[in-house]
């Protein structure tokens, strides 16, 4: 059966067979929320890069279609953007049937073998039959690198007050902003980054969109780093600020994370939703991504989580929860109470059922020490909870599987607390070899994979006295 192996995630994006890292061309186009993907089609390891194609009505369920886009004489297919070319700016296509139009960094594979600097080019692909099929632009590359090594990642949107295109670039230690009336014709409008922020490794993946806050308008800036996430790695910061049509500032200059987990990375949101921002990640980290013990695939996405944002002390803070769109595949909600979980009882004995995939809830009005353990009779366990001393949640998977594939994939993951009540919620989805932790509203997150011999059957909470209140764990159905 497809999409059933060992470690198949089942609420999870992954492609039918061999190789994925980033998501790319997120947008939502006439009832269809478009994914596309860096694929590699030959091989369950990264190589010459591909846009796969999937699309889903509900960014949960996923149909997989053929290959967007091939690499060419210009190079490999690297990550970046579609928008809807409503105006038909480009003539691309015509106004009563608007072009598709892929933003994507050309990588040329040639020009990086031979020691030049100037090897990634923005270029641009179109379709006119909402995704099905694309054309290269004939005048590629329509962004030239004015000689910098790593200049990738174009993610565009329509800046409605400016009238324009904007494109957020990943300059190597840098975000550049460009402008465009057309999408091939781009103007240099500002940088911003070099100063703030993590520097451990090179920026990648950015993502400039507004959200609103109590009525007032800010913009978020996402933006990927690898190595020097905050785990090790590969991991997504994000910045809060003003942006005026040409310049972002922030309003605060820590740094500040997505998900502090080690499988969270090149995450960006969908184009064309309106207000409403949903972001996807690539669950991942580039310190053992192409390792990982698989056999058919290689990586898969996170859950889609919409993004708000809030206000802690005189800062203001990015969260990110699971979709509501969830609901589509939640199986009833069985209630758990105090008596069911003491002791660390297995909640899988509790509830008569093995769950493989599940959402688990609960909240606390003191939050204190607590540990979430999946485990199976083999001693292989995943912890993840809260460590009040340091103010941390964490995730542990130093015994939770296999990890003869790698040396760096074991070890602890940390998340500091970012809320400052002393009530806390959490929720969790889990997935046959992945976990994602949202704590406090989804401000404290920690997404990681996990590969156990045996499937977990072990589910227990060990909360030390601390009070649990609306305990619940809904199973999920697979999307399969
Ligand atoms: C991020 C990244 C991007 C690049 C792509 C190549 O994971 O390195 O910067 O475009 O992957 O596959």
Redo the contacts with the bound molecule.
Sequence with gaps: KLYHEQYRPQVHFSPQEKWT??P?GMVYYKGNYHLFF?YYPKATV?GP?HWGHAVSKDMIHWKQLPIALYPDKLG?I???SVVVDEKNTSGLGTKDHPAMVAI??H?DPVGEKNGTVNY?NESLAYSLDEGKTWTKYKSNPVLKNPGIK?F??PKVFWYAPGKKWLMSL?VKDRIAFYSSPNLKNWKKESEFGQMIGAHGG?W??PDLMPLKLNGKDYWVLLV?I?PGGTNGG?ATQYFVGQFDGSKFTPVSTKTKWIDFGPDD??GVTWGNTGNRKVFLG?M?N?LYANQVPTVKWRNAMTIPRELSLEELGSDVYLASNPVKELKNITAKTIKLNAKDLANGNNIFSVIKQNLGQYRLKFKTDQLANYSIVLGNESGEKLIIGFDKKNNHYYLNRTNAGRNDFSKIFTGVAYAPRIDITPSSDLELIVDQSSIEFFADGGLSNLTGVFFPKKPYTRLSILSNGMELKDVEITPLKSIW
């Design positions: 890292n980033d790319n860096q990264w890069m490999y690297f990550s970046g994507f960094t990588h990634q790593d990738r990642d990943a090179v990648e993946c990927s690898n590969s990375y090149a690539w991942g580039w």
